[in-house]
């Protein structure tokens, strides 16, 4: 379920807003003079959203790095010690 509200409201019943957070709302959309401003969420859903932003930015990382060159792993050690 998403809410929306105005700041104004957040102001007066912010308690009741984080209940409706830990209630199961997806998000709170704050606005201000109509137009959306902020989003409120769960602290949890906030934290899998990070977590899947990385995923995303590692799978992105690994799909560039296919095209990449490669060399034996002794090589790269020979390197490192050389």
């Known amino acids: 379920m998403t809410t929306i509200i ?3 409201d957040l102001r007066r019943k912010t308690s ?3 209940k409706t957070l830990r209630e199961g709302s997806d998000v709170v959309y704050i606005t201000q003079h109509g137009r959306p401003t902020a989003v ?3 602290y949890d859903q906030y ?4 977590a899947e932003l990385e995923d995303l930015a590692d799978l992105a990382s690994l799909e560039e790095a296919v095209d990449e060159p490669s ?12």
């Open 47 to 50: 934290e899998a959203l990070l």
């Open 40 to 42: 409120l969420l769960d």
């Open 71 to 82: 060399r034996p792993y002794e090589e790269f050690l020979a390197e490192l010690e050389g």
């Open 6 to 8: 105005p700041v104004s």
């Open 16 to 18: 009741d807003v984080m």
